[in-house]
């Protein structure tokens, strides 16, 4: 059966204003970035300088068992490692990373933790190489936050794709400046337009 799939694509302007177009764009194929009918996205006005103070918010008000917070930055991942071990008790929750500055142990062996069945809430920090080829099912990610829009936009598929997987409830949290409120906004609508 063919199904139809969404995929947004972008592309800067050329001239020397900080705006860039969009051009979004119904693509057809079987399976091709079907996204899941049932995820709660908000998505949550910040600044640059409140960005982490929002983040340790938002995850103290929606307390899920497992939670994935991505970032482009590398050192975006550590420094919301950092503001996250310090700002919430690590007797009620679990921190964990996931990253290219990893060694590939330590991101097998955070990926086995966050897999494990938890008593506390577990929040794995990653850049986009967690998004691709990682399947969660056997223990549902509950929550995604985007701590920045992807570059990509096939990134963002990628990334929101990893929770309301086999017909469960999953939830999106996009934290985005003025800059990045108008894309995340219609790559929502783009993405969810037939629902």
């Known amino acids: 059966m063919e199904r139809t799939g969404v995929c947004a694509s972008s592309s800067s ?3 020397s204003s900080s705006s860039s177009s969009f051009k979004l764009e119904h693509i057809q194929g079987p399976r091709l970035h079907k996204m899941p009918q049932q995820l709660d996205i908000n998505i949550l006005q910040t600044s640059e300088s409140s960005r982490m103070i929002d983040l340790i918010e ?3 008000s929606v307390r899920c ?9 590398l050192e975006d991942v550590q420094k919301c490692d950092a ?7 690590d007797n009620l929750w679990k921190i964990l990373t996931f990253s290219d500055l990893s060694e590939p142990v330590a991101r097998v062996g955070n990926l086995k933790e966050f897999n494990r069945v938890v008593s506390k809430p577990t929040v794995m920090i990653a850049n986009s190489i967690l998004a691709f080829g990682h399947d969660f099912d056997g223990t549902p990610v509950d929550h995604v936050v985007l701590l920045s829009l992807p570059r990509d936009n096939i990134d963002f598929v990628r990334r929101i794709g990893r929770t309301g997987r086999r017909g469960r ?3 999106v949290s996009i934290l ?3 800059k990045e409120r108008f894309r995340a906004e219609s790559l929502v609508h783009c993405l969810f337009d037939d629902k």
């Open 13 to 15: 302007s050329s001239s």
């Open 169 to 171: 409830q999953g939830r």
């Open 58 to 60: 938002l995850l103290r």
């Open 83 to 89: 503001a996250l071990k310090k700002n919430l008790d």
């Open 65 to 73: 068992r497992r939670t994935l917070v991505f970032t482009d930055d």
């Open 176 to 178: 985005a400046d003025k």
